[in-house]
């Protein structure tokens, strides 16, 4: 008896799925089918092609880099890049064998931030022999010969609006120390120039202390500012490379009991902290914005039409988008927007 129910149902079951079918395939001519064969065509046309891509990172620990990889990231996961990054921390000798590693696997297209404008040129040499092209951005090794462009600034002309901006604030005349950043870089170097020129311009600014850091880092920051206050009490201004640097400065300050309405503290780079202290008035009061995550976008869109098109379409030079942020034109601006 159970043999013929379950025949019966086995029976209706067939019956049932014979219609559901006739009906589907009328449904498959006028939309289901086209759709699913759309939804694979689109796919494959976008990504006909990927493209190995992969980042020479001078340092994650700096903010500013960690946002340009995030934009280089986002990229490349919307138009089809295989992307990869190392992270050299700032050591050169790492960032070149990265680079050299990176040439060995045969990749389409490598992004750098060269750390020294000497100690990298090798690497880049190599990379030049095997026919991979090198697009530079945040620094670069000042030949055009080995880069298909650099995404940059004019790192002369940060140095000397910061420091514009202080001999301002300053009315002309007091005491500055200046704490600069480690290593021969073009941000380095080009900053300082600045620096230099506007004090130059600027016989009332005394410059009492000139120290490079070891790296770029708010313990270095801590260190060399208080050993600027120490020997100068009455210190009017801090110039910090970074902002890192600056929030360091700032803790030495506050530990020293001086009023911040005493002092003036500027970096560069765009820390959230720096941002947050701009706006309360609690610490550093300007900085270069390097909008690391724009930055990063900028230069994954210049090197997606090389690997496009096989030209960049740009000047050896294409500036990013950078700005000194103080309370001034700081607006309603969040942190996310200053990324």
Not at 78 to 99: G, H, K, L, R
Not at 180 to 193: D, H, I
Not at 283 to 306: C, N, P, R, S, Y
């Amino acid at each position: 008896m159970k043999q013929k129910k379950w025949k019966l149902l086995a029976s209706l079951l067939m019956v049932s799925l014979l219609i559901f079918a006739g009906c589907g395939d009328d449904d498959d001519d006028s939309s289901s089918a086209p759709a699913a064969s759309t939804e694979t065509a689109s796919e494959e046309e976008t990504c006909s092609e990927t493209y190995d891509v992969a980042y020479a990172n001078l340092a994650t620990f700096i903010l500013y880099f960690r946002d340009l990889e995030e934009g280089l990231r986002r990229f490349g996961a919307e138009n089809c890049w295989n992307f990869t990054s190392a992270d050299a921390a700032y050591v050169m000798e790492d960032q070149v064998a990265q680079i050299e590693d990176m040439v060995t696997q045969g990749l389409d297209l490598i992004i750098a931030s060269p750390g020294d404008l000497i100690a990298l040129k090798p690497a880049y040499e190599v990379a030049k022999e095997a026919g991979i092209p090198i697009l530079s951005t945040g620094d670069s090794v000042k030949d055009e010969t080995l880069e298909i462009g650099f995404i940059g600034a004019v790192w002369k002309e940060t140095g000397i609006d910061q420091t514009e901006w202080m001999v301002e604030k300053l009315g002309g005349s007091g005491t500055m120390a200046r704490i600069g950043g480690p290593g021969a870089s073009e941000y380095v170097e080009g900053r300082l120039e600045g620096f230099e020129e506007v004090v130059a311009a600027n016989p009332g600014i005394d410059v009492v202390f000139n120290q490079s850091a070891d790296s770029f880092t708010a313990e270095e920051g801590l260190r060399l500012a208080q050993d600027a206050l120490t020997a100068n009490p009455d210190l009017n201004a801090i110039w910090a490379d970074s902002d890192a640097l600056a929030l360091g400065a700032v803790q030495a300050v506050n530990e020293a009991g001086i009023d911040h309405a005493d002092i003036w503290i500027t970096g560069s780079d765009g820390e959230p902290a720096v941002f947050d202290q701009i706006r309360d008035g609690t610490g550093v009061d300007a900085t270069i914005a390097l909008h690391g995550l724009q930055w990063g976008t900028v230069t994954a869109e210049v090197a997606h039409k090389f690997l496009t098109t096989g030209s960049t379409g740009e000047d050896y030079f294409i500036p990013a988008p950078i700005e000194l942020v103080d309370a001034e034109n700081m607006g309603s601006r969040t942190n996310e927007d200053l990324r």
